[in-house]
């Protein structure tokens, strides 16, 4: 944010009628990475640090183990969430673009030919180009209609004879849309393809059953819905799947061996893994299945549901994606006539103390889906610790920014 723009926003207030309420803190950014989190969290990277402090899987001494220990656990309750088969086939990486990474350089060689969402992170979408320049892999661009919902139905026609895999977002981190994965599953098994998700934006807030779902690899983040710490994510694999890895290096395991292990999931974790945050991932995700994903989704859909039903009915304001709780993740973006995203979000965090996020979030696809590809949006996300009273913050400066433009 450059000081001229800065200073353009102060002026603008100073035109204003509004006099300034009481300016709390309201964090409204949970799509890019969840804020707070559970208080176990801190205490579990805290005494990871403290008391653990060794590598996982590099020795053999009590304390070795005992950081072993927690990395499995974590490894176990990740598996028991998605529906994995077995806790080895999650795989840890810093994050879902390492994750994604991982999973499409694994899967598609020279020549290849992929089908690709169309509201994708830039994680899904620039690794598509990069394997576009590399190898030669091509693409297909699956349709979605103006809220982001994908045309499934249209998915047929665009299957090439060296088609070898679906890969689409689970939801939109700009429009909160779901896509019907489970659908993607039987299409993908009905025509012999694999069918790669990244559940960057829904792990932990929408429930999960990749082997129900038909899911084959699945990139997860750890520090959003999960509620974990940043620098933390993974890779489901589906058992029988082969992935080339995409680093190479020591294992702690077969260190004689001039190749990486065939076993997973040391095939694809060369190098030290993340303990603290993997610990304090664990112990979100203790959190999270005491709760229940269900009353997670429960939670934020009600806070969703609750912006949809009271934001201002004003022309100008532009809401987009579908505008039902049942199809949309707790992500609502909007735009203000005659303001820039920019100016809006400065506003209600300055004037409110209310964190939103404005500009393209990563994804230019959706945006051009959405037709806001100019300018973007203002996003606002719930997570697990918001209130009724956080979405009333943000409707009051939404409000008052609509009265004074
Ligand atoms: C849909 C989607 N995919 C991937 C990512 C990347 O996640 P990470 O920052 O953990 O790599 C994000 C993060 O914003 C996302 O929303």
Known sequence: MTQGFVDFCRRMMRGFRYQGGSKVSVYLDNAATSHTKPEPVYRAVENYLQEVGVSAGRGSYRQAQQAEDIIWSARTNLAQLLGAEKPDRIIFTSCATDAVNLALFGLLGRWDHAIVGGMEHNSVWRTMHELRRRRGVRFSVIPHAE???????????????????????????????????????????????????????????????????????????????????????????????????????????????????????????????????????GAALEFILQRGVKSIREHEGQLLDYTLRNLPDSQKLSLYGPGTVDRQVAIVSFNIEATTPEEVSYLLDEMFGVMTRAGLHCSPCAHRVLGTSDWGAVRASFGFFNTTEDVDALIEGIETILDEI
């Open 147 to 281: 809220d982001g919902s994908m045309r499934i139905e249209q998915i047929p026609r665009l299957i090439r004879r060296n088609t070898r895999l679906i890969v689409s977002t689970h939801a939109s981190n700009v429009a909160g849309t779901v896509m019907p994965v489970a659908r993607l599953g039987q299409l993908a098994a009905e025509y012999n393809l694999l069918l790669v998700v990244d559940a960057a934006q829904t792990a932990g807030c929408l429930p999960i059953d990749v082997q129900k779902m038909g899911i084959d690899l699945l990139a997860f983040t750890g520090h959003k819905g999960l509620m974990g710490p940043q620098g933390t994510g993974g890779l489901y694999i589906r058992e029988g799947i082969d992935v080339h890895p995409l680093l190479y290096g020591g294992t702690g395991t077969q260190s004689a061996w001039p190749h990486q292990p065939r076993a997973l999931p040391h095939r694809f974790e060369a190098g030290t893994l993340n303990g603290p945050g993997i610990a304090g991932l």
